[in-house]
């Protein structure tokens, strides 16, 4: 298989920083696995000014049928080749490396593959992966995705908004947060048999960050159904906060009151908030993320507040200090 020739770890972060976050995980074998709870898209028919090139990923993406949205709900950037977006990940659970999840994604079956919607709603739902790509109508959205260790990208994701699927099992007043969980199992997910993280991977939001109509449950890319390194069948993406917020091969969404731990946050709590929003005035302990490389170009360009979608959703966040409740 193809590998993208660029870009190098070390020339995003300093090779330093990388080494300091792998030893982290490395030292962090104290978690144990039970620790927490059609064609052609429409975008490719229209005007043909982005001609997807072939996937360089092992298992198959087929096509999707979306259709397209418009700002505010998509960026008029240009995208992140589908080389690098399909061979430059981080998925720890198929691997530390970035070239790692395109080459060990083939052990990740996603059929059959349910979603369990539980927790504190009227209407829990176990969801058949079918049905989700059936019964809510694909969007293609085009979003900047900035990663905490300051690479970014522009991804045109295919997907629908979580506040579509929250809707349908009808939250109750009570449910203030939601957490996600990724499929357990070491078979599938290697990475999974070493505890460098505790597993399964969890994140949260609160309840109205996930009804933001931003919230997007990403089923494709490129026009295409998810690729296993880019978390197939279906994962979450959230285009303010850094990349670890959005959380790859969901099986399970639960309602709750309390705020849910989040693996980063357990992992190293000095370095990893809840709310993880992009926010170029407060550093990361190890690096600045005032700046960042956006995969496939040379220069750097500023890292904006909210990842640049502030009108959208900085009066989510109003009177909460974002240096402190990070
Ligand atoms: N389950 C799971 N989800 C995950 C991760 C992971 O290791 N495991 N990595 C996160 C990080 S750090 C980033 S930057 C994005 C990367 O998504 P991409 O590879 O599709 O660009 O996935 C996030 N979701
Ligand atoms: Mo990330």
Redesign the pocket.
């Known amino acids: 298989m193809a590998r993208s020739p660029e870009p190098k770890s070390s020339e995003i972060t300093r090779e330093r920083d990388y080494l300091d976050r792998r030893e982290l995980l490395s030292t962090a074998a104290k978690f144990t696995a039970t620790s927490l709870l059609t064609g052609g898209a429409l975008w490719g028919l229209a005007g043909g000014v982005r001609s997807p090139t072939q996937s360089q990923g092992r298992s198959a993406a087929t096509p999707l049928l979306a259709s397209r949205s418009e700002a505010p709900f998509s960026v008029d950037e240009e995208p992140t080749s589908e080389r690098n977006?399909?061979t430059?990940?981080?998925?720890?659970?198929?691997g530390l490396s970035k070239e790692d999840?395109a080459r060990l994604a083939g052990s990740l079956k996603t059929r059959p593959w349910t979603v369990v919607v539980d927790g504190l709603v009227n209407k829990p739902t176990t969801f058949g992966i079918d049905d989700l790509l059936t019964r809510f109508p694909l969007e293609e959205r085009v979003y900047r995705?900035?990663?905490?260790?300051a690479?970014s990208?522009v991804?045109p994701w295919v997907g629908f908004p979580l506040a579509a699927l929250l809707q349908a099992v009808e939250p109750q007043g009570s449910a203030k947060h939601v957490a996600f969980t990724?499929?357990l199992d070491p078979k599938q997910?290697p990475?999974q048999a070493r505890a460098v993280?505790p597993w399964?991977?969890v994140?949260g939001l609160r309840l109205d960050e996930a009804l933001h109509p931003l919230t997007l449950l990403s089923v494709g890319?490129y026009g295409k159904t998810?690729l296993g390194?880019?978390?197939a069948p279906i994962?979450?993406v959230v285009p303010w906060k850094?990349?670890?917020?959005?959380?790859?091969?969901?099986v399970r969404i639960t309602l709750l009151e309390a705020q849910p731990p989040t693996?980063?946050a357990l992992a190293a709590p000095s370095e990893y908030g809840f709310f993880a929003n992009v926010n170029p005035a407060v550093d990361h302990p190890r690096w600045s993320q005032a700046s960042e490389r956006r995969i496939g170009e040379l220069s750097r360009r500023d890292t904006l507040p909210f990842n640049g979608y502030g009108d959208q959703v900085a009066s989510l966040y109003a009177g909460l200090d974002l240096s402190r409740n990070f």
């Open positions: 977006v399909t430059y990940n981080n998925f720890y659970e198929l999840p995705f900035r990663c905490v260790e690479w990208m991804i990724t499929l997910l990475g993280l399964p991977y994140e890319l998810l390194q880019n978390g994962r979450l850094y990349g670890f917020k959005s959380i790859k091969s969901v693996t980063w």
